[in-house]
């Protein structure tokens, strides 16, 4: 596993932010996160990313977001 992480703070920073897929599928390479979800304590635990080209939602830990190899922070 690549060791290049993005720092986030997720609370501040994830909901309406933009990421690009490092290997796009479906041609969908511009995601949008639309919602958090969060644990009982208010600690978000995943996110909704919306594909900008087909409207797809999708669901993940917000910590797959800091993994270099899978995503970009920002549209590219």
């Known amino acids: 596993m690549n ?4 720092r986030l703070t997720p609370r ?5 932010s933009k990421w690009t897929a490092a290997r ?12 958090l979800f ?3 304590d208010g600690t978000v635990l995943e996110v909704e990313l919306q594909a900008v ?5 999708q669901r993940l830990d917000w910590r797959q977001l800091q993994d270099a190899e899978q ?3 920002g549209w590219r």
């Open 71 to 73: 995503w970009r922070m």
């Open 53 to 57: 080209l087909s409207k797809r939602a």
């Open 38 to 40: 969060c644990g009982e």
């Open 12 to 16: 501040k920073l994830l909901l309406l």
């Open 3 to 6: 060791s290049t992480r993005h």
């Open 24 to 35: 796009p599928q479906n041609r969908e390479k511009h995601f949008l996160v639309t919602e």
